[in-house]
């Protein structure tokens, strides 16, 4: 019996998910395995190294979206619900940046208050 749960997402675009998770500090591995419980392996897209405990992959769908991969019961500094809150808001302020970006804004200021909100202030000469 595999340990290995699997929990979809939204999460659609590879660059923007590559680059949220370095922006959140975690080294990333492409097309490789992670490890669970007993040694069992899975192949994953995009593989989260841990620090501790067991890493946590990323597999692209059928229907375009990622899924997050992992054996929750090793995975060791985080639990799912915290994992999956981070990923998704900084994909989500990734995916944001890049669009401010390609309509020829700069970011004025960025600012996250005590419950992890963030508010962007976003500006274009024109």
Known sequence: MSHFTQ???KIKNKEI????????GYEVEENTLITGYRRQET??????????????????????TY???T??????GTNEQEFTTKVQQQYAL?????????????????QRDA???IRL?????V
């Open 7 to 9: 929990v979809a997402t």
């Open 17 to 24: 998910l590559l680059s949220a998770l370095r922006e959140l």
């Open 43 to 64: 192949p994953v897209d995009i593989a989260v190294r841990m620090q501790q405990g067991y890493d946590i992959g990323f597999v692209l769908g059928p229907d375009g």
């Open 67 to 69: 899924s997050f991969v």
């Open 71 to 76: 054996d929750w019961f090793g995975v060791q």
């Open 94 to 110: 990734t995916t944001v940046m890049e669009q401010v970006r390609r309509q020829g804004f700069n970011v004025v200021e960025q």
């Open 115 to 117: 419950g992890g909100e």
């Open 121 to 125: 202030t976003v500006r274009r000469w």
